[in-house]
Each structure stands twice: as C-alpha cells, then as structure tokens.
C-alpha cells in the first residue's frame, strides 16, 4: 500500500467499477462511510451501517470492499486524492495571479518577484499545502478521523500514512522545489520531505487538541518551522 516512487497506489478494492453507474454506487458508499465517522467511532462502524446509509443493499458494499478496514483505506485513498487536488487548484490560480502581475509588471517596467515556477515558489506552496490540511481537518466529512490513513487498534502493525503522504506532495511540488537529477540530492529531498511531513503531522495534531478549530499561533509556528527546515535542502 506504501511506496516511495511517489505513485498512487491502487486503492484496496475486490472490484473497480468499469461503468458510470457502478462508480456512482462506490462514490455513495464512502460518502456514506464519511459521514458516518463524523457521527460514530470506527469500533462503531459497520458495513451494514454503511449500506444503510448510502441506501444500497449490503452486498453492493462486499462487491468492493471485503470489510471495512478496506472501506476505510479507501476513504483515505479518496481523501489524499482530494487534497492534492486542492492544492493543485490552489497554486494554479495563484500562478495566474502571478504571471497577471507579472504582465502588468513588465508593462509599466517594473519587476516582478515571483518564483522560477511563476507562482511563489516552494515558500508559497509549502503555505498552501498546511492550509489545504486545515481545511479538510475543519470540513471534509470522516477527515478527522480518517485523514490519509485508517485508525486500527494499538496492537496492531503500524501503517506508514506519512511515507505515502510526503511522495505524493514531493511529486506534485517538482516544479517549485527545483531539484536537478543528481541522485544523492533527490534522496536528501524524499527524507527531508518525509520529516517535514511527520513534524507538522504532530504538531497539527497539538493544534487541534488545543482548539477544535486549529489553535492559530501553533499553525503559524508550525509554518515557520517547515520554512526553516526544508531551507536547508531547498535554497
């Protein structure tokens, strides 16, 4: 389920929909698992409850997932899926903003200080990848619970969410972390990503037990932070 290639790993499914229908059906079903969480535990969550709720019968549930570990797994698939594509949507329009500025700039001759990229650079794009995070943390229905990887009991193995995690963004940043090919470099990158990726999990967590919403001086330190580490590697 973890790889460190920066690929998406195929999400733990016994069947992929192949007509429109049938992914509409899966689509319900891990809404249905999403709201759930918002209202129960995951000890409390059941596959029959599940089918209750997105009004299909149980065994549209089993036809994809065999319990609902796997639902679970699947819904923090869903939830990565979405955040990168938040802030894929959120550096482009900042990368038009930017290179509007930028053309009004040239045309009254003055300078412009955006990124190589034409947006704000790994700064900016570290900012928005925390403000994504908020956001689904206050808004996504089950993200709270679920986030990018499924909660299971204290016994058992450990999964590595994070590894998964730190890929996809250092992935989807190439453009404005500006890394050449030497090999030695991009590993020095994947592991610093990795350790950024874990620091601000904990302390994002530490933000959310001291307020519901997120206490904002722990975000804003927790920003400070990745900016001063990941300087290291990127400037």
Not at 71 to 83: G, K, T, V
Request: charge should be negative; aromatic fraction near 6%; hydrophobic fraction near 45%.
């Amino acid at each position: 389920m973890i790889g460190q290639d920066g690929g998406v790993p195929i999400p733990p499914l016994r069947r992929h929909p192949v007509q429109r229908r049938s992914a509409e059906r899966l689509g319900r079903i891990l809404d249905a698992c999403a709201e759930l969480l918002d209202e129960i535990s995951y000890e409390e969550l059941s596959t029959r409850a599940v089918a209750e709720r997105a009004n299909v019968p149980i065994g549209s549930v089993y036809r994809f997932f065999s319990n609902k570990r796997a639902m679970a797994e699947a819904l923090a698939h869903r939830n990565l899926d979405e955040y990168a594509a938040r802030i894929t949507r959120r550096l482009a329009a900042s990368a038009s903003a930017s290179a509007s500025a930028s053309a009004s700039a040239s045309d009254s001759g003055s300078g412009s200080g955006s990124g190589p990229d034409g947006g704000g650079g790994w700064r900016e794009a570290m900012d928005v990848v925390v403000d994504e995070y908020l956001a689904m943390k206050r808004g996504a229905p089950g993200f709270a619970l679920i986030e990018f990887g499924h909660p299971v009991p204290a016994t058992a193995p450990p999964e590595q969410p994070n590894h998964l995690v730190a890929d996809r963004l250092r992935t989807l940043l190439a453009d404005r972390l500006g890394t050449g090919g030497d090999e030695a470099a991009e590993e020095r990158l994947r592991v610093a990503f990795l350790l950024a990726v874990e620091a601000a999990d904990a302390l994002l967590r530490l933000a959310f037990r001291v307020d519901p919403e997120g206490d904002p001086a722990i975000v804003a330190e927790t920003k400070e932070l990745l900016r001063a580490y990941l300087a290291r590697v990127l400037d």
